[in-house]
């Protein structure tokens, strides 16, 4: 029997919830927007698109002055500090880049971002760049020399491999080189619905068999073409995934991000979106324009504990629903980063 709503809230509470990906947090400020929806630790955009060394840095050191001022704050370095922030009521903060312009052609600047606090590398942002080919390139080589170096040095720092927005060949690429866990901090199931920044079946399959996780995205046009998504749409990507892997390869990675409704207006969220398919870094044919509506009840960071009842709705045992909302990646993220 499914449990009850009333459960299924108190569930969520009570558990670690992670969102592994979060660029809405571009502007600081939201952040007090995740505490509203009672997250335990969220993954801020450190945007590695476009930009060098001096723009990651930058952003990586504008989080750690945000932890120096707030009292409620952690900048997440061990799987420890999310845990702490649980028993402390505070939020913690994971770094995380997508893609790598960040590091340029140096590799040790990978030493220096780990040093700093930046803890997740996603490897590509849907364009082709040093190490590999992006989700929406014409072409998906695999990962570069530089890449499979990079994958290497990032495992001996023990900072996560992560394949979002990344090809799929690149990815089954990365699994090959690397010998830690990889993740996918936020791709939906092709089998879902059929996006090529979805990924397929096999891929799926292949991070989990190294012991890694996928986030669910609430981002909309990886749910559905047009509207708002509902809420059964995005827990049928979980469902998927669970059935697909096992319960123990499945977490959150909500996307929520600027240009989105209610933050900005269509008008403002129309020009950003220009502004991305004239970088090349969106396709039209892969993100439809603007509104974007984030699936029913977690329209925002704000009342993203709805998703405690619709989980028990939809079945999932306590212990599972521990794991979707943050268990699996407290599991992966601790054996990758130690703590």
């Not at 989080?63 to 702490?84: C, G």
């Not at 927005?165 to 690429?173: I, K, N, P, Y």
């Not at 791709?187 to 996780?213: C, F, M, Q, W």
């Not at 509207?227 to 749409?233: C, F, H, V």
């Amino acid at each position: 029997m499914a449990l009850s709503a009333e459960e299924g809230a108190r569930i969520y509470d009570d558990a670690i919830v992670i969102d592994l990906t979060c660029p809405l947090l571009r502007e600081a400020r939201y952040v007090d927007w995740c505490r509203e929806g009672r997250v335990t630790a969220v993954a801020p955009t450190i945007s590695g698109m476009t930009g060098n060394a001096s723009t990651g840095f930058g952003m990586v050191g504008g989080w750690l002055k945000y932890e120096a001022e707030r009292d409620d704050t952690i900048v997440v370095r061990h799987a420890a500090d999310i845990a702490r922030a649980k028993a402390e009521g505070k939020i913690g903060l994971i770094l995380h880049c997508q893609g790598t312009a960040i590091m340029e052609d140096n590799l040790d600047l990978a030493d220096a971002y780990q040093a700093a606090g930046l803890r997740v590398v996603q490897l590509c942002y849907n364009r082709k760049n040093l190490v590999g080919d992006g989700a929406s390139e014409r072409t998906d080589a695999g990962l570069s020399d530089f890449g499979v170096n990079l994958v290497k040095r990032l495992n001996r720092l023990n900072m996560a491999v992560d394949c979002a927005h990344t090809g799929v060949q690149t990815s089954l690429d990365a699994v090959d080189a690397s010998e830690a866990p990889v993740i996918i901090s936020h791709a939906n199931a092709r089998g879902v619905h059929d996006s090529r920044r979805n990924a397929p079946d096999h891929l799926l399959k292949a991070i989990a068999e190294t012991g890694g996780v996928i986030g669910t995205v609430g981002f909309p046009p990886l749910l559905a073409w047009e509207g708002q998504p509902s809420m059964d749409r995005f827990v049928d990507d979980i469902a998927y995934k669970v059935d697909l892997l096992g319960i123990d390869h499945v977490g959150l990675g909500i996307d929520y991000y600027l240009g989105q409704h209610p933050v900005e207006d269509l008008e403002t969220a129309t020009r950003r979106y220009n502004g991305l398919v004239a970088a090349g870094l969106w396709r039209p044919g892969e993100y439809p324009p603007p509104p974007y509506i984030f699936p029913e009840g977690i329209e925002t960071p704000q009342t993203l504990f709805n998703l405690g009842p619709a989980l028990a709705a939809r079945g999932f045992s306590e212990d599972e629903m521990r794991k979707i909302l943050g268990g699996n990646w407290m599991r992966v993220l601790g054996k990758i980063w130690g703590g």
